[in-house]
């Protein structure tokens, strides 16, 4: 057990840092399209798609172009969360302020 700890500790400590950061903002991608597109029967649940959407966002916004190559696509992917955020809470509450939780 203590071996395979540090095999998996010295393959984290080899990945460079801005590859494990755009692997966590992948992250809160998913975890914002489950709660926008939930599975048959499940509740739509807008905040907390707009926590995952709001945290990747930040992430995204803060680090910039330090993000290297991940930059653009994950700039384009908080767009597209964003947007369609707004196009499923419109749906929802054509009035603009309903949450479907």
Same mark, same amino acid.
């Given at each position: 057990?203590?071996?395979?700890?540090?095999?998996?500790?010295?393959?984290?400590?080899?990945t460079p840092?801005?590859?494990? &950061? @755009?692997?966590? *903002?992948? $992250?809160?991608?998913?975890? !914002?399209?489950?709660?926008?597109?939930? +599975?048959?029967?499940? #509740? %739509?649940?807008?905040?907390?798609?707009? &926590? @995952?959407?709001? *945290?990747? $966002?930040?992430?995204?916004? !803060?680090?910039?172009?330090?993000?290297? +190559?991940?930059?653009? #696509? %994950?700039?384009?992917?908080?767009?597209?969360?964003?947007?369609?955020?707004?196009?499923?809470?419109?749906?929802?509450?054509?009035?603009?302020?309903? +949450?479907?939780?």
């Amino acid at each position: 057990m203590e071996e395979e700890l540090r095999r998996v500790r010295a393959e984290i400590a080899g990945t460079p840092a801005v590859d494990i &950061v @755009a692997n966590h *903002a992948i $992250g809160l991608w998913q975890l !914002a399209v489950l709660h926008l597109n939930p +599975e048959a029967g499940q #509740p %739509l649940r807008l905040a907390e798609a707009a &926590v @995952a959407i709001d *945290a990747m $966002g930040g992430m995204v916004d !803060a680090l910039g172009d330090r993000l290297g +190559e991940h930059a653009e #696509p %994950l700039r384009g992917a908080v767009t597209q969360l964003r947007l369609a955020f707004v196009e499923i809470q419109r749906q929802v509450s054509p009035e603009g302020g309903g +949450e479907a939780e």
